[in-house]
């Protein structure tokens, strides 16, 4: 179906709707995998022209700190020569651009690598990193050196599975078609009563259970590297650090939460990040959880409120942006509470910043 909807260049849900009367309803995670690969290859969706803004491009403080991090990590380690500054989505590049600034004050001046798939914004990254290096996929990264990742605002595009109690029990939730052709989510014939967590088994008819085993596919990749050639990782994004049901699946165009069924790669299709889920995942691969911290608390740990005030001074008529940015970035109803960073690292790499004490496993 990829070949089809991208090449083709046409209307994404017409031929949502031909697949699904030919050969009945798709999974939620099909839908979410095939929207989302059309939206992104096809658009830079980021800045008050596109569909959002993420934490980068709302100010600069966001990455500095991500940067002072991973230097202070990278000193604590041994400053390890060969390391390797590697984003997942790295967007416009910005977050890199101030991260690299940042970190290069704490003399870390690593290699860059960036894993990218959109046609539309890898140009804007070579414009602002003519120096990096490009993969489709984290296969292709240097497998000999240790690696210093980060992933802002990547999980949750990734796609989600959905689950759902019915009167005869739990199904896979599925996108099918109404009487007037509209999709609409639908709940699947197959038992899936056997892939449902023992303390949700006997929820109520309704209940829905969501995974991403995309998202479960990366940390373990992820840790794994981790654990073999060192390094640390920060994953940022919204989501929930203990499991929970419900569909948290949306949609966003224009700054709208719009339908996400109405208009397939046309929106930005995302889902809540399960933390707890992943750093237990990151653990059992051999990596170490350093923590998982709201990210309002976690960017005043590491002085963000300081640097906003040294920035105020050093440019006095900017001083209202800048501390309208640091309440959008830290503040509890804005990104501080909702966004989390979920710390990992090598077994013999140090604690990291920000994360308020050593946690002893994520299942605690």
């Known amino acids: 179906m990829t070949g089809e909807s991208l090449a083709a260049g046409g209307e994404l849900k017409a031929v949502f709707a031909r697949l699904i009367a030919a050969t009945g309803p798709i999974p939620i995670a099909h839908y979410m995998a095939e929207a989302n690969a059309h939206y992104y290859t096809s658009r830079d969706p980021l800045g008050a022209s596109g569909d959002f803004v993420t934490a980068p491009e709302i100010s600069q403080m966001f990455g500095e700190l991500i940067g002072l991090w991973l230097a202070d990590m990278w000193q604590r380690a041994g400053s390890p020569a060969e390391a390797c500054f590697v984003e997942l989505g790295p967007g416009r590049g910005t977050l890199a651009r101030d991260a690299l600034r940042a970190a290069g004050r704490g003399g870390l001046a690593p290699e860059v690598h960036f894993v990218e798939t959109s046609p539309a914004l890898i140009p804007l990254q070579c414009a602002a990193h003519p120096e990096a290096h490009w993969h489709h996929d984290l296969a292709s990264l240097p497998a000999d050196r240790p690696l210093l990742v980060v992933a802002n605002e ?31 989510p639908v709940a699947g014939a197959r038992p899936m009563d056997a892939a449902v967590p023992a303390r949700f088994a006997d929820a109520g008819e309704g209940a829905l259970l969501e995974t991403s085993p995309a998202a479960v596919t990366v940390v373990q990749e992820i840790s794994a590297r981790l654990a073999e050639q060192g390094g640390a990782a920060l994953f940022i994004d919204y989501g929930y650090t203990a499991p929970q049901l419900g569909s948290s699946l949306q949609a966003v165009r224009a700054h709208r939460k719009v339908a996400p069924f109405a208009a397939p790669g046309e929106a930005d299709l995302t889902a809540h990040v399960d933390f707890a889920t992943l750093a237990l995942v990151a653990e059992q691969t051999g990596a170490r959880w350093l923590g998982t911290a709201e990210q309002g608390a976690w960017l005043a740990a590491l002085g963000i409120g300081a640097r906003a005030a040294a920035l105020a001074r050093a440019a006095p008529g900017a001083t209202e942006s800048i501390e309208a940015a640091l309440t959008r970035l830290t503040g509890p109803a804005h990104m501080g509470a909702l966004f989390k960073v979920m710390g990992l690292a090598a077994a013999d790499w140090p604690d990291g910043a920000g994360f308020p004490q050593t946690p002893s496993g994520a299942s605690g």
Not at 167 to 181: H, K
């Open 154 to 184: 990547f999980l949750d595009a990734l796609p989600v599975r959905q689950l759902v109690r019915t009167a005869g029990g739990w199904r896979e939730r599925m996108v099918g078609l109404d009487t007037d052709g509209a999709l609409v």
